[in-house]
């Protein structure tokens, strides 16, 4: 695990007020800081146990969290913990402009987490737009087998996000009966049948590219939706477990005639065989 793909799956656990999963990128050593208050936790178990308190804050009081992958561009003091170039997290609240505090954390040679700090440090920053890191990046892959809704949803968000994800793992989850859904505005829906299908049209559908970040938003039942720009993506399990439905939604109405409501594909939807062309 690179530090990026690190930053973006803390990205996803605060964003969905969820840190499962969480076990699985830290070392046994992981310690939590921050710049405030000093150490908070000392090692793996302390740091998880802070990450649950702070999502389930999130979840009680309903707060929408946006973060934002970017990198120090100056530095303001002379002891600050970080220096030009360094990749972090803005963590904004009610999907504001000004965030709150910046997440860091350094990934050791074993590629797990061995240390998060939270900052409130000075520094100027932009934003990384991650389809164009470059080639070093190595490419997304399941830290474990998914099992959650979160898990497909995390994984679907770095996906639009980075563009570089390791296809042929993402499909050894994909179950025979998976199915996707996909709908363009007011245009006739365009169904993949069968895993097989996914395998072979998924990634065209997942390749658009718009001028946005995506994102992680809870609805009012705490299901998890990706929004990107004007599409939206929600997943479900079947009753064993696996992944039964990825629905994708673009809104293409224009700017002033949206609303604040997230449009998705409901799994009853007349299903189409797609045809390659009609991807496009």
């Given at each position: ?67 934002k992958v970017m990198h120090i561009t100056d530095v303001y ?9 360094r990749h972090g997290l803005t963590v904004s609240y009610e ?186």
């Amino acid at each position: 695990m690179t530090e990026i793909q690190a930053l973006l799956l803390i990205k996803a656990i605060l964003e969905a007020a969820d840190i499962h999963g969480i076990e699985s990128i830290l070392a046994e050593d992981c310690e939590y800081m921050s710049t405030g208050r000093g150490t908070i936790g000392r090692n793996r178990n302390e740091s998880i146990e802070f990450l649950s308190s702070m999502t389930e804050s999130i979840k009680a009081d309903n707060v929408p969290v946006t973060c934002k992958v970017m990198h120090i561009t100056d530095v303001y003091e002379e002891d600050a913990l970080f220096h030009e170039g360094r990749h972090g997290l803005t963590v904004s609240y009610e999907s504001g402009d000004n965030y709150v505090y910046m997440i860091f954390v350094d990934v050791n040679d074993e590629g797990l987490v061995d240390r998060i700090v939270s900052s409130q440090e000075n520094y100027s920053i932009e934003y990384d737009d991650l389809r164009f890191f470059g080639d070093d990046e190595s490419e997304y892959v399941f830290i474990s087998a998914p099992t959650t809704v979160k898990d497909w949803i995390t994984a679907l968000s770095i996906w639009l996000e980075t563009g570089n994800v390791a296809v042929d793992d993402f499909y050894q989850y994909i179950d025979e009966d998976t199915r996707v859904v996909f709908q363009k505005g007011d245009s006739e829906s365009i169904t993949l049948e069968s895993g097989l299908d996914v395998e072979d049209y998924f990634d065209q559908l997942m390749n658009q590219h718009f001028d946005a970040v995506p994102h992680i938003i809870r609805d009012e039942e705490d299901g998890l939706i990706v929004t990107y720009g004007p599409m939206s993506l929600i997943a479900s399990l079947n009753e064993e477990g696996a992944l039964a439905l990825i629905s994708i939604y673009i809104d293409t109405r224009d700017e002033d005639e949206a609303t604040d409501e997230v449009g998705y594909i409901e799994e009853d939807l007349t299903k189409e065989t797609i045809i390659e062309e009609d991807l496009y």
